[in-house]
């Protein structure tokens, strides 16, 4: 029976190291093990132990039976992943991607036969004669690219429990990508947004998603109990995702970097405050838990309505290509413009890793230069606070109402 072993990692707070004893290699007469690192509480560290040790001895099991790769992804999908992906929305979209691609195409394959020249074979596949479903001519690099980092992970999984020595994805090139710029709307374009907006109930969800980078799931995510008026913060600490069937859901955030506290400035604290009496005199059942995005009735706004409110507002602007996740890119470019350094950018936006924030957030908006940080400060709403407060009593109201 394998045993394993919890360590806390030297110089590294909250990190602990779980150490798995594999048993004697049949071959080699040499003792096996497998390490895993986890950053979290000892308890978190003997619960990941527990969920190892009993997969390493379900797997020891079956390990003598050939498996196909599509029966090997079923089972990852759940257990694996169904453990360590924590969100709805991810999760849904390895099932879409597995059982409508990848398993028509390469599931019959045993997975100990696996070779590169199969996931090759699939790709040039999909850019080129399309779904396995029928449902589209072909896929875009940019998909081919999700399907290859999904099966690298299934297979780097397969190597890890010992059903394959190596991973025949590591040795396959995903297709090159072409970078597609992000809409990102410039100073002025704001200015005309939060006006086109000011008299309908989306004014007060372009205001704050264009001052603190809220990805949609956040604000929609958010309650009253979140908000820290006294404090001027806001507390990300869950999101608002739809699954598969159509059900409204609620997670935590999709990593430990998403869940995090972000400043406000005294014109969105104001806002809120408005927002939050207002609220408070409509719904009959408020309370701390009332989404801050509700319909007078308490429930929450819904994720399609929102997106399709924001591209009509977008429209009226001049920039129909833009949607709610464009005042994000707005938002992180408008700091990195004003010379802000990119680790605070990262901790604001929630990236795991400040890779993606270099990748994605370093355009220069139109008309930041020289005086970027004064423009920065009417971007963010430092000045102006009667103004704001002005908007919030017309809009407040017609938030809830609508």
């Known amino acids: ?106 599931g019959h394959i045993r997975l100990d036969q696996l070779r590169p020249a199969h996931i090759e074979g699939y790709y040039k596949h999909a850019l080129t004669a399309g779904r396995a479903d029928g449902k589209a001519k072909h896929l875009s690099a940019q998909t081919v690219k999700h399907h290859h980092r999904l099966l690298k992970r299934i297979l780097k999984h397969a190597v890890w429990h010992d059903h394959l020595v190596r991973n025949p994805a590591d040795r396959v090139a995903p297709p090159a990508v072409q970078r597609k710029e992000r809409p990102v709307l410039d100073t002025d374009e704001l200015r005309a947004l939060e006006e086109v907006s000011a008299d309908t109930r989306y004014y007060p969800l372009v205001f704050i998603a264009s ?17 820290k008026l006294e404090q001027k913060t806001l507390s990300v600490e869950r999101a608002m995702h739809r699954s598969d069937n159509g059900a409204i859901v609620y ?40 989404p801050v995005f509700a319909n007078v009735d308490g429930t929450p706004w819904l994720p399609s309505s929102v997106s399709h409110g924001i591209k009509k507002l977008m429209a009226k602007i001049g920039r129909p290509e833009a949607g709610l996740h464009s005042l994000r890119h707005s938002h992180a470019t408008a700091l990195r413009g004003a010379g802000v350094r990119l680790e605070i950018i990262q901790r604001r936006l929630g990236h795991s890793s400040i890779s993606t924030t270099a990748d994605l957030y370093t355009h220069i908006m139109p008309g930041m230069g020289r005086d970027a940080i004064a423009k920065l400060s009417v971007i963010m709403g430092d000045d102006g606070v009667e103004k704001a407060a002005k908007m919030a009593d017309n809009t407040a109201d017609k938030s809830l109402k609508r």
Request: proline fraction near 3%; charged fraction near 35%.
């Open 1 to 106: 029976m394998a045993r394993g072993t919890i360590s806390k990692k030297q110089n590294r707070r909250d990190y602990w190291e779980i150490q798995i004893d594999m048993g004697l290699d049949p071959v080699t007469g040499r003792r096996r093990r497998k390490s895993q690192t986890l950053k979290g509480t000892r308890k978190d560290a003997e619960k990941l132990r527990t969920q190892l040790l009993h997969r390493l001895d379900t797997d020891r099991l079956t390990a003598s039976k050939p498996v196909t790769l599509g029966k090997y992804i079923e089972r990852w999908l759940e257990n694996s992943a169904a453990i360590h992906v924590r969100s709805v929305r991810t999760l849904d979209g390895y099932r879409s991607i597995a059982r409508a691609h990848l398993i028509p195409k390469l």
């Open 251 to 290: 997670q935590e955030p999709k990593s430990d970097f998403s869940r995090r506290t972000i400043e406000l400035n005294d014109r969105t604290t104001e806002l809120l405050t408005r927002m939050r009496d207002a609220s408070e005199g409509v719904i009959s059942d408020w309370s701390p838990e009332t």
């Open 211 to 227: 001052r603190t980078g809220l990805r949609r799931s956040e604000l929609l995510g958010l309650q009253w109990r979140h908000i």
